[in-house]
């Protein structure tokens, strides 16, 4: 989907031993005021009823390299 001219680092998403089916990648890409960041996360499980669902999310910690 994404070629490697398009973001400059990705990580690889990964479900726990409760949510084994959700995967994905996060994508990122710098940008002259900051970086993009595109995620395509599949495997979320449903609910019957969306407004008693449960809420996934993540967090991303900075970290210099260099």
Do not use: W
């Amino acid at each position: 989907m994404f070629s490697s001219i398009l973001y400059d680092a990705k990580a690889h998403i990964k479900g726990s031993k409760q949510y084994p089916n959700i995967n994905g990648f996060v994508y990122f890409k710098k940008v002259k005021n900051g970086i993009v960041m595109t995620a395509k996360i599949n495997g979320l499980p449903k609910s019957n009823n969306p407004c008693n669902g449960n809420f996934f999310g993540f967090h991303i910690h900075e970290r210099n390299i260099l």
